[in-house]
């Protein structure tokens, strides 16, 4: 089992301290599916959890940790509120709801799920329940869609995103948003980092990637998380396999090296996985809200 202790934590840009590594739960049915596998979790020493309303597993990720007799103090639990939970009058008394879903009296850190709707009134909310500790940091995920987008809510924040989730991986780096993001001082934690589903396994048959993971005995995944990991991005590998979660928890114990780091770095191509248009994801996401 991986310690707490032997995990790494990032320091955000208001001071809070974040786990760097985390389970994540897209596509993970709500029911038996998630509650076993943050309760899995959890045994093994998973202390940071990325949910979302648009999952629909919040009460069990909630339900899990309650059982599991884990100090919640220990454990980070991310979520994200969808655009139609945007706007003034509108966001606190959705955070409100998460919480009641959760089963919490605070939130570690909560999204901006897509950038859309009214994020720049909603996120004067997101900016109250900041300062009255339901959250103790607030971000936005998937502002990457355009520079516009993002400088709308940088330009009109009193206070600026402590993080920002986008697709990254070894085949997209994405450069322009780590640049974006130093600047702003705005953590980036990473979706997909595997690929994800859509990639089919693509990153993690990559022939660069295997020789180093020879030479570690480890796997291919372990490597790519590393790599994320000593690049300085949270990290949030999605998965209910238990064997999977085992694994890709099992990365405390070794080490990239500067050749190694850069071999990977240099197999960037900013070939994303997710390609939807944001004109496209304006009228899909629009079209379907998450229920309560
Ligand atoms: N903000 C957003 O819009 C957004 C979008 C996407 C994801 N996310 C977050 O990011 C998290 C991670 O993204 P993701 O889950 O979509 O993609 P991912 O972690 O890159 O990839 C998940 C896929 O990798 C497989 N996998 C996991 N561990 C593996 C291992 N050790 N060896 C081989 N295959 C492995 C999983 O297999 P199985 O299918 O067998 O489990 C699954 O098919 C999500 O769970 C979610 O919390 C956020």
Not at 135 to 156: H, M, P
Not at 287 to 292: A, E, I
Request: hydrophobic share 35%.
């Amino acid at each position: 089992m991986t310690t707490f202790a032997q995990q790494p934590y990032l320091t955000l840009n208001n001071g809070v301290r974040m786990p760097q590594f985390g389970l994540g739960l897209y596509m993970i049915p709500e029911g038996d599916e998630a509650y076993n596998s943050v309760k899995t979790a959890l045994e093994l020493g998973y202390r940071h959890f990325d949910c979302a309303h648009a999952y629909q597993n919040e009460r069990s990720l909630g339900r899990a940790i309650k059982d599991s007799g884990v100090d919640r103090d220990s454990i980070w639990i991310t979520s994200k509120l969808w655009p139609n939970e945007y706007g003034e009058g509108k966001t606190l008394k959705a955070i409100d709801r998460m919480l009641g879903r959760l089963g919490l009296d605070y939130i570690d850190l909560v999204y901006f799920h897509q950038p859309m709707g009214d994020f720049v009134g909603g996120w004067k909310e997101m900016e109250q329940a900041l300062a009255t500790g339901k959250v103790r940091a607030i971000g936005i995920s998937n502002f990457d869609v355009k520079d516009e987008i993002f400088d709308s809510l940088i330009n009109s924040a009193k206070v600026k995103p402590q993080i920002m989730q986008i697709e990254c991986h070894p085949y997209a780096q994405r450069k322009h948003w780590q640049e974006r993001c130093a600047a702003e001082g705005i953590q980036i934690e990473c979706w997909f980092p595997l690929g994800g589903r859509e990639s089919k396994g693509e990153i993690l048959r990559d022939p660069v990637i295997n020789s180093i993971a020879k030479a570690h005995g480890k796997s291919a995944a372990q490597v790519i998380i590393r790599w994320h990991l000593q690049e300085g991005f949270s990290v949030i590998p999605g998965t209910s396999n238990p064997d999977y979660i085992k694994e890709n928890i099992s990365v405390f114990d070794f080490a990239l090296s500067n050749v190694e780091m850069a071999k990977i770095r240099a197999l960037n191509r900013e070939k994303r996985y997710f390609n939807m248009s944001y004109e496209e994801q304006v009228k899909w996401f629009n079209g379907w809200n998450p229920t309560d």
